[in-house]
């Protein structure tokens, strides 16, 4: 969270001498002239991950990020009724088609400006690997919201993926129309569905990391229940099963920043009701120092799902590394448990491998 930890013992918000952003008050003079806008945040994403935004406190700013310097980029523009929005699809231009499609999910603060450029820790991209294994990777960017750091004083822009808060028994896994992300999905699968000699939506998976492996586990169920066939795998990473009370404290939920996901009152799950999923794997992705080595709560999130994935005698694969969050050991390792031999995402062999 805090690259730098300030002194606030004593500090109140509005004090002489003071800034304040949310819960945290600061000494004005403790912030260096040539702070960066999301300081004492450690990044942009950390800033919207953990100050404490709301969405009063964001606005939207008409701006789309999408982008790629990979062979074969295509950026497509759609809209789920209120925004537009935009997709990277990166399609190698030496692979065969109608190829299966890969969607990742970016976390809070993200945008999908840098599709496909992150490696992995043996340096492998995501391009490249679909390239090598014949389909096609494609990243999803979240509305792009404005807010001012009220320590800095400066404007930062990143997405928040509009996740519902609620999940109990009775709550149902909010799979329909009403939640705005998705009618975004479901304007990809269409968008990519009206072009099948280029894309085979029968052999669909989704992956994410942090906010966005809980939006690929609360998509993933959602199109599965709704297109059982087309959906047989996905992956989550840094990000697992929140089950409230269970002392894992999760950053601030955007739509009550007073509690944490998965902790509101009538709150019992997040992201999603896990049940029985007869034909879906899940891939459960994460590392032991997950946020970090003194309080792991991310990767204990994981080990719950894989353990709730078991008890509802679901079909999943863990892979538990060291290191810290959505910090990446293999990218082949993840392709590798989506396709789970099947030859739906993996339709060839690696060249020289």
Excluded at 238 to 265: A, F, M, R, Y
Aim: glycine residues 10%; proline residues 7%; negative net charge.
């Amino acid at each position: 969270g805090l690259a730098f930890v300030p002194s606030t013992a004593g500090l109140a918000p509005g004090a002489p001498g003071t800034v304040t952003h949310g819960s945290l008050t600061m000494l004005a003079s403790e912030v260096p002239d040539d702070a960066p806008p999301h300081f004492p945040w450690r990044s942009k994403e950390d800033f919207f991950r953990y100050s404490g935004l709301s969405y009063d406190d964001m606005t939207p700013s008409g701006i789309q990020n999408c982008a790629s310097t990979a062979p074969g980029t295509t950026v497509y523009n759609i809209s789920d009724g209120e925004n537009e929005r935009c997709f990277v699809a990166i399609k190698s231009p030496s692979i065969k088609t109608p190829a299966p499609v890969m969607f990742f999910a970016h976390g809070s603060g993200g945008d999908a400006g840098r599709c496909g450029n992150n490696t992995d820790r043996t340096g492998m991209s995501w391009p490249h690997l679909a390239d090598e294994y014949n389909f096609i990777y494609i990243c999803g960017e979240a509305v792009q919201q404005d807010a001012v750091n009220n320590i800095t004083g400066q404007l930062l822009t990143g997405g928040i993926w509009a996740m519902p808060e609620v999940f109990n028994d009775t709550s149902g896994r909010h799979c329909t129309d009403e939640e705005l992300e998705n009618k975004y999905m479901s304007a990809i699968w269409e968008k990519l569905g009206s072009m099948p000699d280029e894309f085979d939506i029968s052999k669909s998976f989704i992956t994410g990391c942090s906010e966005g492996s809980a939006f690929s586990h609360w998509q993933a169920v959602c199109r599965f229940l709704d297109a059982p066939a087309n959906y047989t795998a996905f992956e989550t990473h840094s990000t697992g099963l929140k089950i409230k009370g269970d002392g894992n404290i999760l950053p601030p939920c955007v739509s009550d920043p007073s509690t944490t996901w998965g902790e509101c009152p009538t709150c019992k799950y997040w992201p999603t009701v896990v049940g029985h999923f007869d034909g879906l794997k899940a891939c459960i992705f994460d590392n032991t120092e997950d946020p970090h080595e003194e309080d792991p709560f991310f990767y204990r999130t994981s080990v719950q799902m894989a353990e709730h994935y078991k008890a509802a005698s679901n079909r999943y694969e863990t892979y538990f590394k060291e290191g810290g969050h959505c910090e990446q050991h293999s990218f082949d390792a993840i392709a590798k448990c989506l396709d789970d031999g099947t030859g739906r995402l993996i339709s060839q062999s690696r060249k020289g491998h």
